[in-house]
């Protein structure tokens, strides 16, 4: 993906302050580390890609459920593909998140708490990297979605299990990307999300 000079240097400064972080905190599996764009960056931004293509403006409300290193979350907010917030209950990923605001001057919130926990807020999409099952995301996000609000999920090779599992107790519509980046990988659209009765 072509960036502008400006974005790929904060880029560069969000990989290098995690690097230096993941000696004190585990961010992301060790076995990743060799390749940071291709495991982490790119896989969040063809998130962002997407965004823009079926949601397209700036004005749009994204959280980012379990972010942990920020990914997707941090790279949409470099992206300006929307005003994005980030949920994540560990204190010291927090910090790390808090670091990145600060080095790079992205306009994003951080907040520190359990996903259950957030009360009051509502957003127009919702995503989620690595977090959990479908069934579960789809639990986290029912109380943050707007009105035609959207869910756009990161999933590796047991995607198709997951909506299998996730169809017995939910209603919704369903797009499907392969990734950019895995073989395995999927991302999912769902939209128009209503719990069975």
Same mark, same amino acid.
């Given at each position: 993906?072509?960036?502008?000079?400006?974005?790929?240097?904060?880029?560069?400064?969000?990989l290098n302050?995690?690097?230096?972080?993941?000696e004190?905190i585990?961010?992301?599996?060790?076995?990743?580390?060799?390749?940071?764009?291709?495991?982490?960056?790119?896989?969040?931004?063809?998130?962002g890609?997407?965004?823009?293509?079926?949601?397209?403006?700036?004005?749009?409300?994204?959280?980012?459920?379990?972010?942990?290193a920020?990914?997707? /979350?941090?790279? +949409?907010?470099?992206? *300006?593909?929307g005003k994005?917030?980030? =949920? $994540?209950?560990?204190?010291?990923k927090?910090? %790390?998140?808090?670091?990145?605001?600060?080095?790079?001057?992205?306009?994003?919130?951080?907040?520190?708490?359990?996903?259950e926990?957030?009360?009051?807020?509502s957003?127009?999409?919702?995503?989620?990297?690595?977090?959990?099952p479908?069934?579960?995301?789809?639990?986290?996000?029912?109380?943050?979605?707007?009105?035609? /609000?959207?869910? +756009?999920?990161?999933? *590796?090779?047991?995607a198709?299990?997951? =909506? $299998?599992?996730a169809?017995?107790?939910?209603? %919704?519509?369903?797009?499907?990307?392969?990734?950019?980046?895995?073989?395995?990988?999927?991302?999912?659209l769902?939209?128009?999300?209503?719990?069975?009765?």
């Open positions: 993906m072509s960036v502008s000079r400006e974005t790929g240097q904060l880029y560069s400064i969000y302050t995690l690097l230096e972080w993941q004190r585990n961010l992301v599996s060790r076995e990743t580390l060799t390749d940071l764009e291709g495991r982490h960056l790119k896989d969040s931004q063809q998130v890609s997407w965004l823009e293509e079926i949601h397209p403006g700036a004005e749009k409300e994204i959280v980012d459920l379990g972010s942990g920020g990914f997707p /979350g941090m790279v +949409l907010a470099i992206m *300006g593909v994005t917030t980030l =949920v $994540e209950s560990n204190g010291k927090c910090a %790390f998140l808090r670091e990145v605001k600060r080095v790079t001057g992205v306009n994003v919130t951080i907040v520190q708490s359990r996903i926990r957030l009360k009051g807020r957003f127009d999409v919702v995503v989620a990297r690595g977090l959990a479908l069934h579960t995301l789809l639990c986290y996000a029912l109380p943050l979605l707007r009105p035609k /609000g959207l869910c +756009l999920f990161l999933k *590796g090779k047991t198709e299990l997951e =909506v $299998e599992e169809r017995r107790y939910w209603c %919704f519509n369903l797009e499907k990307k392969p990734s950019s980046t895995s073989e395995e990988g999927v991302l999912l769902v939209s128009d999300l209503e719990k069975k009765i």
